[in-house]
């Protein structure tokens, strides 16, 4: 927003209580001068929405568990949700997929898949000879990198 010069929001909701409104009232006035109300969708212990809170320092809304306001804020936690647990599931999948063939320079993802479809797995192309990457139009020399990248032991 302030980057693109854009306008501000009337209000800011964030997924939680006072700890969460606390920081984000801090971060807005404190680092980014800016003076935007801030409100907190509060669960109960069985993870649903609960209630509002707004103000500093927070206090409940008295707002009808059964009202439309209520229905929408909660439908707005629900879809946030949603989005995060999507966005960090396809994360997840992307670092699956990565290979310890990707950090060896020289194999980008054709070759990545080339070898995966030929040997079948990491480990049998770490057991492969340099001559079995012959029939692949891997060079010697490319092969001995790949056979000694993939064998050393991993640094923690």
Known sequence: MLKDQL???DLIVVDGGR???SAAVDVLQNELGLYIPVCGLVKDAKHKTAQLMTGDPPE????PRDSQEFY????IQ?????FAISFHREQRGKS?????????PGIGEK??????KHFG??????????EDFRPLSIGDKLAAQIIAALNEEPTS
């Open 7 to 9: 306008a501000a929001p």
């Open 19 to 21: 700890g969460q409104i």
């Open 60 to 63: 409940v809304v008295p707002l």
């Open 72 to 75: 929408l804020l909660q439908r």
């Open 78 to 82: 629900d879809e946030v949700h949603r």
């Open 96 to 104: 699956m997929i990565a290979s310890q063939l990707d950090a060896i």
């Open 111 to 116: 070759r990545r898949k080339l070898l995966l």
């Open 121 to 130: 797995s990491i480990k049998k192309i770490k057991e492969a000879s340099v």
